[in-house]
């Protein structure tokens, strides 16, 4: 029987130093103020927990590992530094589909060179511990891949971000997760070829399965959720690899995502699984998504939206994916500066499915530099809208409708919603009156008598409310 070697009492230490760097960074990240000393410790801890690794297996290949590393640094370097903030939902989509595709990989090392991974029994078998570990990474991180391939092709514009509903999707989904599941028990029994081989096509193709009828609306959710997949797929990988540091890493990772992926869904007051069912707002997506009635509603100019801002002694902004699209962040942050020389309060509200990940606008206004201290989540700010002059949302539109309180008809219903409506003045910029959300309704706010319609580009709209600001 094959063993691995016993672990060096250093090397333990270092993994554990590394996994506490980790856990810190998390803790960091979860307010702006500490984000960038977050990111520090987590660079520290996986730097250590790379140069650990390098050191206890005393690789004989140094020179193409140092090549290989060099290169994924260079292309991380280049992506980071050239990639727009507007765009960061898709980069992490992809991101997370070669966390999927390094577990694949690292599987299909295991299952064709156990001798080289210390897992092979006395029998000359994979042991069976192992092989469920590689069942369950393959598995996972199959799913993780081509699932996160599609959310790419979906946030980047190159396939519809409306729901694709496939003919009796949910018998076939069953079916095929029914039939990796129990694949994955035969493989503890036979380690035949095709055995591995047929869990890891047809993870792919669930994958596939599982996110192509998602659409949009429900986006936010997705990468929350194949973020949390690429932590266990990690985690079972570090199991086959001996490593402590990839076992805490992908556990930090895959509960802190199904965490957010269950705060993300209790946010749009829906259930894990019927997101995963996907299709929400299919049935008006199919229908056109575009607003089917023919209501009054007023139109404003930049003019008289900077006359009503400049008059105000509060305003919240209420950003959404229109900002995302026009990348207008800048823009709205030099609005909100002139509207603090003339006097007024300046807030930011944040639903917490606003854009197309977690935390998509929080991004975004830090980018711009916005104070966090103006930024406020859903819950803290929704009661002030009744006492605000002036509600200006720019591109959000299924976190402000009311039909989600009013209509349980809609497909939104249940869902909190920011109460921009309840402000003296509501203006609201939109493309065009033509279009809906992601969700597929329309939008009550747009036809209140307290509403002025500012249509065109976000961006140009807010840059010509801050030249008349002047």
Known sequence: MEHTAPVNPWVALAYLVAGVCFILALRGLSSPATAQRGNRLGMIGMALAVGTTL???????????????????????????????????????AFHSLVGMAAVLVAAAAYLNP?????????????????????LGIAIGAITFSGSVIAFLKLNGNMSGKPILLPGRHVINIAVLVAIVGLVGYFTQDQSAWVFWTITGLSFVIGFLLIVPIGGADMPVVVSMLNSY????????????????????????????????????????RSFVSVIAGGFGG???????????????KRGSA?????????????IIVPGYGMAVSQAQHALREMGDKLK?????VKYAIHPVAGRMPGHMNVLLAEANVPYDDVFELEDINSEFAQTDVAFVIGANDVTNPAAKTDKTSPIYGMPVLDVGKAKTVLFIKRSMGGVGYAG??????YMDNTMMLLGDAKK??????????
């Not at 020389?341 to 309060?345: D, P």
């Not at 709209?461 to 002047?470: G, N, P, R, T, W």
């Open 461 to 470: 709209m807010v840059e010509e409310i801050v030249k008349s600001l002047d």
């Open 303 to 315: 003019d008289d939206a900077a006359f009503l801002l400049g008059q105000a002694e509060q305003v």
């Open 441 to 446: 309704v329309d939008n009550d706010v747009f």
């Open 283 to 297: 049935d008006a997506a199919a229908a056109g998504g575009e607003a089917k009635e023919q209501r009054p509603w």
């Open 55 to 93: 050191f206890a297996h005393h690789l004989a290949s140094p020179f193409e590992i140092g090549v290989a590393m060099a290169i994924g640094a260079a292309i991380g370097i280049v992506t980071a530094r050239r990639i727009a903030m507007t765009d960061m939902p898709q980069l992490v989509a």
């Open 341 to 345: 020389e003339h006097g007024v309060r």
């Open 230 to 269: 690429s932590g266990w797929a990690a985690a079972a990988m570090g199991f086959t690899l001996h490593n402590s540091a990839m076992i805490i890493t992908g556990a930090l990772v895959g509960s802190s995502g199904a965490i957010l992926s269950y705060i993300m869904c209790k946010a749009m007051n």
């Open 115 to 135: 001798g080289a991974f210390g897992i092979l029994g006395d029998d000359g078998q994979i042991l069976t511990v192992s092989r469920i570990e590689m069942g």
